[in-house]
């Protein structure tokens, strides 16, 4: 039985992955653009990144944690605002990134790329393990 749940979890990392690969193409595609629009780095990513949240809730509470996730009502609205508080440390790792790499003289783009990772990483174990978490 453990084997089954393993690969379950395994199958959901990769969707994941799959809806973090869209979110992200969306937050750089918006970020270079804004960028591109001289908008200062620091808040070019945040608001980027705030795009890229909205995508990430579509795609996670549709395809990612679809036997997690809550029905319509209290539970529903309590997993929304999970969701946006994981997104939020996600946003605050990667503005201060970003914004720090700035100051430092470093270049955005691989600044943005490090907070990508960092990023990735916290918001997974929050949502896989708090936010979509299988009930009692």
């Known amino acids: 039985m453990s084997?089954?749940?393993?690969?379950?979890?395994?199958?959901?990392?990769?969707?994941?992955?799959?809806?973090?690969?869209?979110?992200l193409a969306i937050d750089m595609g918006t970020f270079l653009a804004f960028l591109?629009?001289?908008?200062?780095?620091?808040?070019a990513s945040a608001l980027s990144y705030s795009i890229g949240i909205v995508t990430h809730w579509l795609i996670s509470s549709r395809a990612v944690?679809?036997?997690?996730?809550a029905q319509r009502g209290p539970?529903?609205?309590?997993?929304?605002?999970?969701?946006?508080?994981?997104a939020l440390v996600g946003l605050t790792i990667t503005t201060l990134i970003v914004g720090v790499s700035d100051l430092a003289g470093a270049?955005?783009?691989?600044?943005?790329?490090?907070?990508?990772?960092?990023?990735?990483?916290a918001t997974w174990l929050l949502r896989s393990r708090v936010v979509f978490r299988a009930a009692a």
Not at 8 to 13: C, G, N, T
Not at 17 to 22: E, H, L, N, Q, T
Not at 110 to 115: D, F, G, N, R, T
């Open 3 to 23: 084997e089954v749940l393993n690969r379950l979890q395994q199958l959901r990392l990769l969707r994941y992955g799959i809806a973090s690969v869209v979110a």
């Open 65 to 69: 944690f679809t036997e997690t996730v």
């Open 75 to 86: 539970q529903r609205t309590r997993q929304k605002a999970l969701f946006v508080g994981s």
């Open 107 to 121: 270049d955005p783009r691989y600044a943005k790329l490090a907070a990508i990772v960092v990023s990735f990483a």
């Open 36 to 43: 591109a629009l001289a908008i200062p780095p620091a808040p």
